[in-house]
């Protein structure tokens, strides 16, 4: 029985996180003791140590102790990169892994690299973690309806039997027939298991205004205790007041970036489905919009950034959005439970549930 099953992706940001989360939670629900490891960081915290926020994270939302927490070889960045380019770091990272495996025998979830090739220069990509830790490989993929077979059928032919399924993620609502009747019946009949198809969820796409203030250095203006709120879109306030009216009332959940000179439009979004205010060029706004703001309980965040600037800091945020929010954790519970298939999952990896007296 594999006593590892390694999480990976074809292209990073696919939900290998999530599905953990997801996957790990139905599983300690059937009695199963699971330990979690992640070998390669790529989100170090701002501690001394090398421990990666993903760890951390999942480690609390599971309940894990530090004992079923499985160890972080090095952290994925540019200056790692250059040592081991250099020479200057020689360690056999494989070996390390392969000797740690075969110490510790209990089931344990792994999240392996952002791609297939991610980490090959330190012999750690998806398939060489797979083999040091002779585990099964279980693949987020986020669909596309043209490039989602091609990229499948590419990874089983590099994973071999290694591979024993799949998870398509972030499926249209108007996709979800053509994936479950169409693609999950041919990939299946390529003898690749199709174990989830997930819908696309807002939630899940959507980020915390205490992440926007993180990546664009924001100041808080006012409501500091709202920025838990989440943001699904963004919009860009530059147009006359009557055609952002119109826009607004069509958005939902918005973060409305707008000059801070801009009065008539920090109005108007203030009336709408706005979630924060983010002002370019530093300029502070009136006393009036800011006393609206605190009435409406929406967040105004001051940026020294010009507006293009600024769009490309909260676009990028958007395309590399991560799980670190409960609601967003109950979600993907909930997701996993409706849309992924557990109980074939445990039979392919010989788990059964145990009954704790």
Same mark, same amino acid.
């Given at each position: 029985m594999p006593q590892h099953l390694l999480i990976g992706s074809i292209q990073p940001y696919s939900g290998k996180s999530a599905t953990i989360i997801g996957v790990a939670h139905q599983l300690q629900k059937k009695g199963i003791a699971i330990a979690y490891g992640k070998p390669i960081g790529t989100c170090p915290s701002e501690t001394a140590e090398v421990v990666?926020?993903?760890?951390?994270?999942?480690?609390?939302?599971?309940?894990?102790?530090? !004992?079923?927490?499985?160890?972080? #070889?090095?952290?994925?960045?540019?200056?790692? =990169?250059?040592?081991?380019?250099?020479?200057? /770091? %020689?360690?056999?990272?494989?070996?390390?892994?392969?000797?740690y495996s075969l110490q510790n025998q209990e089931f344990a979830l792994w999240e392996g690299p952002g791609s297939l090739e991610e980490a090959s220069l330190f012999d750690l990509s998806l398939l060489q973690i797979a083999q040091a830790l002779d585990a099964a490989i279980l693949l987020t993929v986020l669909f596309?309806?043209?490039?989602?077979?091609?990229?499948?059928?590419?990874?089983?032919?590099r994973l071999g039997d290694r591979l024993i399924g799949i998870s398509l993620n972030d499926i249209p609502p108007g996709q979800l027939t053509f994936a479950s009747e169409t693609i999950k019946p041919?990939?299946?009949?390529?003898?690749?298991?199709?174990?989830?198809?997930?819908?696309?969820?807002?939630?899940?796409? !959507?980020?915390?205004?205490?992440? #926007?203030?993180?990546?664009?250095?924001?100041? =808080?203006?006012?409501?500091?205790?709202?920025? /838990? %709120?989440?943001?699904?879109?963004?919009?860009?306030?530059?147009?006359?007041?009557?055609?952002?009216?119109?826009?607004?009332?069509?958005?939902h959940n918005m973060a409305v970036?707008?000059?801070?000179?801009?009065?008539?439009i920090q109005l108007a979004a203030l009336e709408t489905s706005t979630q924060c205010l983010v002002l370019t060029g530093h300029v502070f706004p009136s006393p009036m919009i800011l006393s609206r703001a605190e009435d409406?309980?929406?967040?105004?965040?001051?940026?020294?950034?010009?507006?293009?600037?600024?769009?490309?800091?909260?676009?990028?945020?958007?395309?590399?959005?991560?799980?670190?929010?409960?609601?967003?954790?109950?979600?993907?519970?909930?997701?996993?439970?409706?849309?992924?298939?557990?109980?074939?999952?445990?039979?392919?990896?010989? #788990?059964?549930?145990?009954?704790r007296l």
């Open positions: 990666d926020e993903d760890v951390r994270f999942i480690a609390q939302i599971l309940n894990l102790p530090n !004992s079923c927490l499985r160890p972080t #070889l090095f952290a994925l960045n540019a200056e790692t =990169v250059r040592q081991r380019i250099q020479a200057e /770091d %020689l360690t056999d990272y494989a070996e390390q892994l392969r000797q596309d309806p043209i490039s989602t077979v091609d990229a499948v059928l590419s990874a089983k032919a041919f990939l299946e009949a390529q003898g690749i298991s199709v174990l989830g198809l997930l819908p696309s969820n807002q939630l899940l796409r !959507s980020v915390s205004v205490k992440e #926007l203030v993180r990546q664009l250095k924001a100041e =808080v203006l006012c409501c500091h205790d709202r920025l /838990d %709120l989440m943001v699904e879109q963004l919009t860009i306030g530059a147009m006359n007041i009557s055609s952002a009216l119109k826009y607004f009332r069509k958005a970036v707008t000059g801070g000179d801009r009065t008539d409406a309980e929406i967040p105004i965040l001051a940026v020294d950034l010009d507006t293009l600037t600024t769009v490309e800091v909260i676009e990028r945020t958007f395309e590399q959005v991560r799980l670190q929010e409960a609601v967003k954790v109950q979600c993907v519970r909930q997701m996993i439970a409706k849309h992924f298939d557990t109980e074939r999952l445990m039979a392919q990896l010989g #788990l059964k549930p145990v009954v």
